[in-house]
């Protein structure tokens, strides 16, 4: 069934510093096969929400006070990151973060590091994340901390993809870029799904770009979702159109 459901989130609230609300009951599903967009302005909540999922609040005194995360029927929002990442789900911070004083193929092996399967299988994938981004392979000798920040985004994504990830938590892939790369990166995390079955979910502030790529979305304002529905229906929304695609 193409519309089975892989992440669940059911209503979770977080708090930061215990008093903070900052999520005020967010839930959304992300399906299997899918492009799941989540939107909304500055501190919304959308780096919360991707944090939330992969347990990454507490070095910033966050917790998840309510709700539950749910992948494949399971509770996960208590597992370390390299727990989740074995149960198929990886996380792309924002701003990239790629070892700056690594090549760039030395930053892609380290994304190889949970698998258990040999070195056959993952030169493989190597040669696949090459195939995607063939910047990555013209740069690969490249120390990362001396590429652009284009190939600094393709290099998080690519490492993430070395995982061999069912779904990929990807936070604000436009940042800080020109519009053409922007659109580079969005085209090929759609072949991704589509060549590869990689389900995403993306938090981005840019709208118009993730409601063409997307294949559904949510709008979070102030720690709530306030819109969701089909990417296409979104598009058309007079609201959407308004505060959020710049036109009225
Ligand atoms: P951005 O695109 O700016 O990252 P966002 O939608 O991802 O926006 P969040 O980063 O999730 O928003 O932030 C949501 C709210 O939580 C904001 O009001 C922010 O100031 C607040 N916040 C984020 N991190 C912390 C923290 N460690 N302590 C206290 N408040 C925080």
Redesign the pocket.
């Known amino acids: 069934d193409s519309k089975e459901t892989l992440l669940e989130v059911n209503n979770i609230e977080v708090i930061?510093?215990h008093v903070?609300l900052?999520l005020k009951g967010v839930s959304l599903n992300v399906p299997k096969g899918g492009i799941t967009a989540l939107l909304?302005g500055?501190?919304?909540?959308?780096?919360?929400t991707l944090k939330a999922i992969s347990n990454l609040l507490h070095s910033?005194?966050?917790e998840v006070t309510k709700g539950s995360v749910i992948y494949r029927g399971e509770p996960v929002h208590h597992l370390s990151p390299e727990a989740l990442v074995k149960k198929g789900v990886v996380q792309v911070m924002?701003g990239r973060h790629c070892f700056e004083h690594l090549t760039i193929e030395e930053n892609l092996l380290t994304g190889a590091y949970t698998r258990r399967d040999g070195g056959a299988a993952v030169a493989a994938d190597l040669e696949m994340v090459y195939t995607y981004f063939p910047r990555l392979k013209e740069r690969r000798k490249s120390q990362a901390g001396y590429t652009s920040g284009g190939e600094q985004q393709m290099c998080a994504i690519g490492r993430a993809l070395m995982s061999r990830p069912e779904t990929i938590l990807l936070d604000?892939p436009s940042m800080g870029l020109a519009p053409q790369l922007v659109e580079e990166i969005f085209t090929i995390v759609k072949n991704l799904n589509e060549n590869e079955g990689v389900s995403f979910l993306l938090?981005e502030?840019n709208t118009n770009v993730a409601l063409r790529f997307a294949h559904q979305g949510y709008i979070?304002e102030s720690g709530r979702v306030v819109m969701e529905g089909p990417a296409a229906e979104l598009r058309e929304n007079p609201d959407v159109k308004e505060f959020y695609l710049g036109m009225s």
């Open positions: 930061y510093n903070i900052v909304g500055n501190g919304a909540g959308k780096t919360t910033e005194r966050g924002e604000e938090a502030q979070l």
